[in-house]
């Protein structure tokens, strides 16, 4: 909203600074997004009187042109506009003005002839209409007056409010007024413009100028026509054209702008039919038919339905959209005579889903939308009467007046302890009369400790208590209200889960690996490209674009995405990790389910390694994690290397996938090299039970090592015989190492050997030779008989062996 | 009868041999070979048995005298070697510790996050914990229930991302942390003092101060005698633990559906500390964030009688907040995940 500081003089007599008016608009909750000094450089224009025009000689675009400025000699002025004649009076730019624009005036000559000024178009004066020709004024201005006095043009500061969706009264210069003539104190009235003759009781029976039929009062709850003849369309006063400019709004005619401009002071949108184009001279207001369209006044036909409103003429042909744009039908133009206004009040929620359904706003729909005043519409049709009683309009007989259902504004009790209980003030009864009277509230003592507040109808959003407890907050100032600190009497604090999640990022940054942050869109080319199901994701029923109309199902596509990036630009072999949610179709569909599955999910991907990387990187978070059980089961999952992936399997069941991705995904993303991969459900990893945290006794006496190799099958994975080995050995092995692998000609096809450090120890002895051999012969037999192994070779071990199992 | 031995012909050559020895590990053998069980020194003390007593006790202290000045003789020698040794050694181990050495990486929190953890770690101080939710949220935990009821035009200050999931626009990406709310009351009583941070989503087209994916963190405290003034102080108290001493906060009246009074909230200027400078357009003060007093319909909506308690929420974007810090002026910067970025903080 764009508010003239001059505007708001006419209401109430402010004489602050613009820094304080501002301050206090602020402060009132009216955000002051900027404020624009306009109208500034008209103080060299002056109104001349064009005495003579003359052609120079070899020219054929411009002429001389000599003017009375007032002084005692003529000026010369070259001018290549043709739109005035002598005796004209136009505005001349005297040497040495510095236009609005920042255009600098200069005597110079040309094609020989001298040119002591400018003569102006309106754009260059700052005004509205153009650069067609020379801004032509009105008869009886003195040559050699300031333009802008002559005009009513002065300078004048422009405030650009930010205005909340709850105060509609504020999307008027009157109503933001209002509010700064309560918070200052001042004097506030609106404009009373003569009303000549009384409204008719209409019930759309009564004989009138235009009849009015609201077939739905419960969407109309008022509907106000005033026929209005004589009028001779034209431009409008400079002054009301520039009052509109400066708010914002274009000037179209004096009719359509004196629409809108007592929607901008007022806050109530009227709208002017031609009633020569209105069929049946009636209006008429009902719900749209199913099929039924119209052009409104963009030249867009548009089709309604039967949940919009629309005004229809005589004939019960649709003109206009009611509340939110009117029809091209009856459209005022040059020829327009005589004129019916419209001003009504409609169903605020009506007005939103119609706008929202044709996507269609326009200034009206934004104030109707929120709640206007049904009683300012008496006003608001005085007011385009006398706007345009200077265009010959006369209003025929008084405005036709239909009422139908209108909010209820009961009264609200107001318990002055209970605004100090909510606010942490003091104010007393008193203290808050004053400062819900001026903004148009009324109260009243009910009652010990109880005041009966009378609501304004311009206030809908206020109906309840806490309404006004919060008008009473910003009359009286946020700032002014005392603050305190609660003490809160818990002991604040992160889960188990949060405090997990932090050491996991700590634990990856710890290995190198940098924390990205992708996308949550995606597309089902991306999800494809990673050997994901679309089919699989989550619909955006209105994305951005196509591209991203998927929800992501797995870390996958932007992790890819970010090493591809980071590839392209040579910064080498990026680690990354991300924790963020993944959102799947719930496979066990029940489809009842209030919303989809969703992950919270933890990826690493490594660019230039391999599987094994990964799962380097899953054994330092399962052990900073204190995972108790979990095994890697060989599988083959979307996205992952088929021969290089594996299922990390806990006790619950499967926490997530380690390995290395599918070659053809990364040729499909252009990454080079290998990328190593582990992708984990946060929720389920850290949910599953976890190491024992009771105290182990380091034991005291000495620990034997031996070295088993092993022959054992390719499809054996290394892991079963290292359980196998543990188990076998049971609480006197307390290290095994894996130390070599060996695939090659010492061992049999499809076979390879595996060789570990076994660490004996018992925590109350010296483990004895006897005691070592009898383990020694325990395992290798156990590992031969359950994995077809061989032993290949047995030594004393002389290896370091990581303490505790593993 | 042998010949009486000459000690000192004995040590002299010895002596000579001790002085030439060209390494600890030569001297070891010479050791050995001029004062060990073999060596000459040990036949003549040997011999000495041989000799009558009056003789035997002088060649002795002669003898043993001779032994003396050779084992000194070594030990120095073995001293002066060893440390020449040492010095050699150390000179082939030196090493210029300017040249590049074995890479061992450490990476980076994401700058979200970072600022997320220490908003969070703020807020424990002040006794709350920290509660979150699901991302893809139902239509009555976005709205509904926060005082939005359908059609309620202020739904137009949230352009939200519907899924296509049960009914039309049913299902929506939560557009702020605020769904966390309900859900936290609806599953615990007072008093409530907890943090939401998460990230929210709406219909933006991405550019410098946009994207349709953000993070914000949200405070709710619920509990019996809660004021606007606890409000205003917390928020002030919270600024200056965060931000530091000097940083102060204040209220500007606003407007949400599911606070009331409601209030924007500003912070002291973190460019010019309050002087007024081109970022805050001279104000002094940089707006953080919304707040307001939890409106009495969206205690309904869970179940908690407003007369018997009140209570507070603000909630601000922590993207915005790090650029803010850090004078990141385009927003897509944080989505690049080029390691140029990460690696800087």
Redesign the interface.
Known sequence: MRVPLSWLRDFTPLDLRVEEVAATL????L?VESVERVGEGLDGVVVVRVLEIAAIPGADRIRAVRVDAGGPEAVPVVCGAWNFAEGDLVPLATVGTVLPGGMQIGARRMKGAPSEGMLCAPDELGLPGGHDGILVLAPGLVPGSPVAEALGLGPDTVLELEV????PDAMSVAGVARDLAARLGLPFALPEPARSHPPSTGDGLAPGPVSVEVEDPERCGRFVAQVVAGITVGPSPPWLAQRLARAGMRAINNVVDASNYVMLELGQPTHPYDLARLPGRGLRVRRARPGESLVTLDGVSRAVGDDDLLICDGEDQPAGIAGVMGGASAEIDEATTEVVLEAAWFD??SV??TS?RLKLRSEASARF??GCDWTVIDRAVARFCELLAPAGAEPVGGPVDVVGLVPDRRPVCLRVARVG?????SLGAEEIAGLLDPLGFTTAPAGEGVLEVALPPWRLDST?E??L??EI??LYG??R???????????????AR?RDR?TA?QI??????????????VGEADLSRCGLDPAEA???????VAE?SR?RTSLLP?LL??IA??QR?R??E????E???T?RRRRSSTPDE???D?VEALAYAAAGADATDAVAVWHLLAEGLAVADWRLEATAAPGLHPTRGATLVGDEGAVGVVGEVDPDVLAAHGIAGRVAWLELDLARLLAAPRGPDAYRPVSRFPSSDIDLAFEVDETTPAAEVEATLRRAGGPLVVGLALFDVYRGDQVGAGRRSLAWTVRFQAPDRTLTDDDVAAARHRLVAEVERRHGATLRSSAAGGREVPAGPS | MSARPDPEALVAGALDRVAAADGTEELRMLEAELAGKRSPLAAAKAALAGLEAGERRAAGMALNDARRRLEEAMESRRRELESSERQARLATERLDLTEAVPA???????L??QAR?RL?DT????????A?G?????DWYNFEALNFPA?H??R??YDT??????P??S?L?RTHTSPVQVRVMERSEP?I?VVVPG?C?R?D?PDASHL??FHQIEGL?V?R??????L???L??FTEAYFGPGFRS??????FPFT?????FDITCVFCKGEGCRTCARTGWLELGGCG?V??NVFRAVGYDPEVW?GFAFGFGIDRLVMMRHGIDDIRE???????F??QF
């Open positions: 602020d402060d009132l909750g955000a909340n969706a709850n105060r605020p929620l939103a889903r929202r939308e929120k209980e909510l606010l942490g003030t309840g806490i309404d407890v919060e907050a910003r946020y700032r209200i005392p603050a305190s600190v609660p003490r809160s009497p818990l002991t604040g604090g992160l889960t949060q932090r990022r990856l940054v710890g290995a190198g690996a940098d924390e990205a942050w992708c996308a949550t869109f989550v619909v955006v029923a209105n994305p951005l991203q929800l932007g995405g970010a990036h980071n630009n910064l080498g990026v680690s990354l990790f924790v963020g949610h959102f209030e919303l989809p969703e | 061992r990486r450490r990476g980076h929190l994401h979200v996050t953890d969070e807020f424990i101080g002040m006794g709350y914990t920290v979150e699901p991302e893809a949220e139902t059609g035009p202020a137009a200050m991302f519907y899924l296509e999931w049960g039309p626009e299902t990406l008093p003092y990230r989503y219909v087209t349709p994916v405290v509990d005698g809660i004021t606007f003034g606890a205003a102080g917390t002030d108290a204040r209220l500007r009246p606003s407007y009331e009074p409601s209030a924007e007093m409106h009495p009140s944080l989505i690049t995940n080029d390691v140029r990460l690696r």
